[in-house]
C-alpha cells in the first residue's frame, strides 16, 4: 500500500503519522516495523523519527492488518459524473474522509457505497478518490477520481496551476479594497500543531480576493486560490485582520449569529475534463449556511 502524504501532516515524525493512520497497529509496533524495513519512505530505509513532509510517498509492507473502511448509504450531491470521476458538492459538517478518530459519516465512505471499488487509491484506504479536501465546516465542490490514471492526471494539472478554484466567505470587518492579493507563506503552527500559520520560509500561498458585497460589520468576497496550501483562506484573512465569519480556530470571536463554524464555500470549480480536454465549469448558489448569515448581516444595516 502506498500513501501520499498531504499538508496537513506536513513535518511530523513518520510513526506518529502512521500511528495516527493505522488504527489497529501502536506506534511501538509501527516503529518496530519501520526498523523491519516494512516501511519505506520515498522508496528509502529511513528511522520511525524521519520528519515527513507533505507529497512524500510511503510505501507499507503491512496493508493487511489496516482497517477497511466502509461502504455508508449516504446521500450525494453528484453534480457531474463520468466514466473517470465526479463533481459532488460536500454539505459542511461532512468530513472529506475518515481519520484516525472518526471512520464514519464521511464523504469517502458514501463515495464507497456510490462507487463500489472504481475509487483510486492513491493516497491509501482513508482517502479512496480523494484529490483535494474541504475542512469539515466548509462546504462545496470537490473533485472525485475513480481511477488512479485519472487521480494522477488531475494531481499534475492542479500542480501546474491549470485548475480554478473560487471560494466565497463572509468576514468580520469591512474591507476596503476591491481587489487584492494575499501573499504569505504558511506552515504548520510550531506550537499548536492542530493550526496553521505565516511563517517566514515556510511554502509560498498566494490568495486573490474580490469584494462582492459590504455589509455594516462584515464583508462577502470571494477567493480564487492561486495555490492549495491546508486552511489557506482562513490563515490569510486572519492574517490581515478578517477572519472567516464564525471561524473561531482563527480569531473570529464571540458569534453574533451561530452557524456550523466557519461560513466558507467553495463555489466555482474549472478544470479540463481527464484525457479530453474539453473546459468543464460549475458553480452552485450559497448553502443554508450562507443565506442565513447574509439575510441576518442585511437586516443589520
Known amino acids: 500500500m502506498k500513501i501520499v502524504v498531504d499538508e496537513l501532516n506536513d513535518e511530523k515524525r513518520l510513526d506518529v503519522y502512521l500511528a495516527e493512520y493505522l488504527q489497529d497497529f501502536s506506534r511501538s509496533k509501527i516503529q518496530t516495523e519501520i526498523k523491519k524495513g516494512n516501511v519505506l519512505l520515498n522508496s528509502k530505509n529511513v528511522k520511525p523519527s524521519s520528519i515527513i513532509k507533505s507529497e512524500d510517498v510511503i510505501e507499507l509492507n503491512i496493508q493487511e492488518n489496516v482497517n477497511k473502511i466502509l461502504p455508508e448509504n449516504i446521500s450525494l450531491d453528484i453534480l457531474w459524473e463520468d466514466e473517470n470521476m465526479l463533481v459532488v458538492n460536500k454539505p459542511s459538517g461532512m468530513l472529506t474522509h475518515p481519520t ?8 469517502v465512505n458514501a463515495l464507497l457505497n456510490y462507487c463500489g471499488d472504481n475509487l483510486s487509491d492513491v493516497n491509501g484506504e482513508f482517502r479512496r478518490g480523494v484529490l483535494h479536501r474541504l475542512d469539515r465546516n466548509t ?32 468576514v468580520a470587518g469591512v474591507i ?17 500543531p492542530h493550526k496553521m500559520a505565516i511563517i517566514d520560509g515556510a511554502k509560498e500561498s498566494i ?8 455589509f455594516k460589520d462584515a464583508t462577502l468576497i470571494e477567493v480564487h486560490l492561486i495555490t492549495g496550501r ?11 485582520g ?60
Do not use: C, W
Open 100 to 107: 484516525n478518530l472518526e471512520t464514519s459519516g464521511t464523504l
Open 139 to 170: 462546504s462545496g465542490l470537490l473533485m472525485v477520481a475513480k481511477n488512479n490514471l485519472t487521480h494522477e492526471y488531475l494531481v499534475n494539472e492542479m500542480k501546474a496551476g491549470r485548475i480554478e478554484k473560487k471560494y466565497r466567505a463572509v
Open 176 to 192: 476596503n479594497e476591491d481587489e487584492f492579493v494575499i501573499n504569505k507563506p504558511i506552515g504548520r503552527n510550531p506550537n499548536q
Open 207 to 214: 490568495s486573490k480576493v474580490k469584494v462582492l458585497e459590504r
Open 230 to 240: 491546508t486552511h489557506q483562506i482562513r490563515v490569510h484573512l486572519s492574517s490581515i
Open 242 to 301: 478578517h477572519p472567516v465569519y464564525n471561524d473561531t480556530l482563527y480569531g473570529f470571536g464571540k458569534m453574533k449569529i451561530k452557524t456550523q463554524e466557519q461560513v466558507l464555500q467553495s463555489y466555482k470549480l474549472s478544470f479540463s475534463k481527464p484525457f479530453n480536454g474539453e473546459i468543464l465549469s460549475f458553480e452552485i448558489p450559497e448553502d443554508d449556511k450562507f443565506i442565513k448569515v447574509i439575510n441576518y448581516l442585511k437586516s443589520q444595516n
